[in-house]
């Protein structure tokens, strides 16, 4: 069976006309949507950087060019430095905040990490997660580990990067390990990060 050149083209035509439409539409949709969802992540970074602070009268001034050795010591911990804060309380600086990504068991956990002044973890608060339903979304909803401490709370207090070791000086959720680690792994990066900065 021969196939005619014509037929050839009207399908290619047609294929043509239908991808044009769909990059259209898909377009469309990004430009009504963008800002709502950026509106939505601001709103999650905002209620995440509250989280990692005792202070309720912070201010968290953005640091709008994020020096490259601090973005190089939270790679060296597995983690990627997105967005950097100064914590500022009663018009002092009282430490940083940092958003970071790292690898969890599903995909991408981003967080924000709190660091004093004295290089210790303020809070974690997770800003945005994949995990698994049940399972590693106990990490992400803060459940309590076997120790009985929130499986996000128990790295307040904890400071040196690259010292915060699942199994060792950090608890796992039963069941949630891969998840643990992720997060173990941010709060790595974030400190790195503070010691880089100071």
Known sequence: MKIEGKFILKVAGTLTAISLVVAALLGATNALTEDKIAAINKANTEVALAAVVSSPDCEFPPIEEIPQAAIDAAKTQSGKLTEAYRVVVNGEDAGYAFKIVAGGSQGDIEMIVGVDADLAVTGVSIVKASETAGIGSK??????????????????????????????????????????????????????????MN
């Open 139 to 196: 990490v992400i909803d803060n459940e309590a580990t076997s120790a009985g401490t929130g499986a996000l709370d128990q790295f307040v207090g904890k400071s040196g990067a690259g010292t915060l070791v699942v199994k060792q000086n950090i608890d796992a959720v039963t069941g949630a390990t891969v998840s643990t680690k992720g997060v173990t792994k941010g709060v790595n990066a974030a400190l790195a990060a503070a010691e880089a």
